[in-house]
């Protein structure tokens, strides 16, 4: 069984910095590509940034300049470090892992459950 559970949303002031994080588990699994999204109440859910196994990171416009995304292979995490935070960024964001369990063949979306950042004063 693949679990991918995310930790650190909260609540942040205009301007501060959150660092969420991202770990995958499971017995004979390997991770590949790591995404991030997010989904503000009443909007559809967008994608934030990702990362490939090698550590190749792509981060949507809407973010840029101010989210930074990482990985540690070793500690199956991935990490979304959220600096000069706005109210906008205000969402429930969640992390997915790309995952093939040995013995298959196909490699499969894994979500975590999703963690709460609000931004306000």
């Known amino acids: 069984q693949v679990q991918v559970v995310e930790s650190g949303g909260g609540l942040a002031e205009p301007g501060g910095s959150l660092l969420l994080s991202c770990t995958g588990s499971?017995?004979?699994?390997?991770?590949?590509?790591m995404a991030w999204y997010r989904q503000a109440p009443g909007k559809q859910r967008e994608l934030v940034a990702t990362?490939?196994?090698?550590?190749?990171?792509n981060i949507e416009d809407s973010v840029k300049g101010r989210f930074a995304i990482s990985r540690d292979n070793a500690k199956n995490t991935a990490y979304l470090q959220m600096d000069d935070l706005k109210p906008e960024d205000t969402a429930v964001y969640y992390c997915?892992?790309?995952?093939?369990?040995?013995?298959?063949?196909?490699?499969?979306?894994?979500w975590g459950q999703g963690t709460q950042v609000t931004v306000s004063s």
């Open positions: 997915k892992y790309d995952a093939r369990k040995q013995g298959e063949s196909q490699i499969r979306d894994y």
């Open positions: 990362i490939t196994g090698s550590g190749r990171a």
């Open positions: 499971g017995t004979r699994v390997t991770f590949y590509t």
